[in-house]
């Protein structure tokens, strides 16, 4: 985020739309409009996510966790099994596939799959940690800025499917009534 900022001021750039994608993306862009409004006019995010909640309560991840009870499970679990037990092949094996990236263009999400692991190990199981501890949701329903949250669509043939149905923790279910009430 403190490139970001960086790089706005450097160029004296201000009053940008601000656009996230996916996961990371919606984290960056939000955290600087949140801490930067100043420098921001608008808030896109697509594909984006304000937390992960799952489909179903797991032993691994009940649904419905506090913010507090998010940062004890990644401080306490995760994060201690992660960085002492994951290689980069299982990083790999285990994170969003090139159809997660891109449905219509194998080739292309194949590209921003590779893109997305080329960072080194720790970077990656430390963004996943501090993404898995964070809900942007209560900063986004103070949030003044125009808003465009634009969604994947899915079909409920993704979500029958045990081994991908995981992204609509990601892309659907934090969404879930965050907007009832608010116009547009």
Same mark, same amino acid.
């Given at each position: 985020?403190?490139?970001?900022? %960086? ?7 201000? =009053?940008?739309?601000?656009v996230?994608?996916f996961v990371?993306?919606?984290?960056v ?21 304000? =937390? ?6 797991? /032993? ?7 913010l ?11 994060? /201690?099994r992660?960085? %002492?037990?994951?290689?980069? %092949? ?24 590779? =893109? ?21 949701? /209560? ?6 800025? /125009? ?7 899915f ?20 969404? =879930? ?8």
């Open positions: 985020m403190a490139g970001v900022v %960086k790089l706005l001021e450097e160029k004296k750039l201000a =009053r940008v739309v601000l996230g994608h990371n993306g919606t984290q862009a939000a955290r600087v409009a949140f801490e930067h409004p100043e420098l921001v006019r608008a808030l896109v995010l697509l594909a984006g996510t304000t =937390r992960f909640e799952p489909l179903q309560s797991t /032993p691994y991840w009940p649904q419905g966790l506090t507090e009870q998010k940062v004890k499970m990644v401080d306490q679990g995760l994060a /201690p992660w960085f %002492k037990t994951v290689t980069a %092949k299982t990083w790999v094996a285990g994170n969003f596939t090139a159809a997660d990236y891109s449905a219509v263009d194998g080739e292309r999400g194949k590209v921003f799959a590779e =893109r997305a692991n080329a960072p080194a190990l720790p970077v990656l199981i430390r963004w996943l940690c501090e993404f898995h501890a964070s809900d942007l949701g /209560p900063a986004l329903d103070a949030l003044t800025l /125009p808003l465009l949250v634009v969604s994947p669509g079909d409920e043939a993704l979500r029958a499917d045990a081994k991908r149905n995981y992204v609509f923790g990601y892309c659907d279910e934090a969404w =879930r009534g965050r907007f009832a009430g608010r116009a547009n």
